[in-house]
């Protein structure tokens, strides 16, 4: 079983940058598909980005694309999320994921991390 902390979260103002990192522990993440989420009050939790086991292959979702970008070290056991031209809409609590596969609906992933929370001001 793999464990996820996320951490990078914070507060930003509109147009400016922030890189997220998940670390794992327990289990290299090699072995895992891996994926950002995120989940603004009253609203479902939203697809953000995703990337295959190997890193060959990235998937990011419309409401972010162009401005964010999945990558990974499986080296380092650390999946990045790098935001750029952040908007008031990216508020939310970011979490990262990891399945045996890759897919973008959250209700398939069996590990999740608690969360980091990032707030645009504008």
């Known amino acids: 079983q793999v464990q996820l902390v996320e951490s990078g979260g914070g507060l930003v103002e509109a147009g400016g940058s922030l890189r997220l990192s998940c670390a794992a522990a327990g289990r290299t993440i090699s072995g895992y598909a891996m994926s950002w989420f995120r989940q603004a009050p009253g609203k479902e939790r939203e697809f953000v980005a995703g990337?295959?086991?190997?890193?060959?292959?990235?998937f990011i979702g419309v409401s972010v694309e162009g401005r964010f970008a999945i990558s990974r070290s499986n080296a380092e056991n650390t999946l990045y999320l790098q935001m750029n031209s952040l908007r008031s809409e990216d508020t939310a609590v970011y979490y990262c994921?990891?399945?045996?596969?890759?897919?973008?609906?959250?209700?398939?992933?069996?590990?999740w991390g608690q969360g980091t929370q990032v707030t645009v001001s504008s």
């Open positions: 994921a990891a399945n045996d596969y890759y897919t973008a609906n959250a209700a398939e992933y069996a590990y």
């Open positions: 990337i295959t086991k190997g890193g060959g292959s990235t």
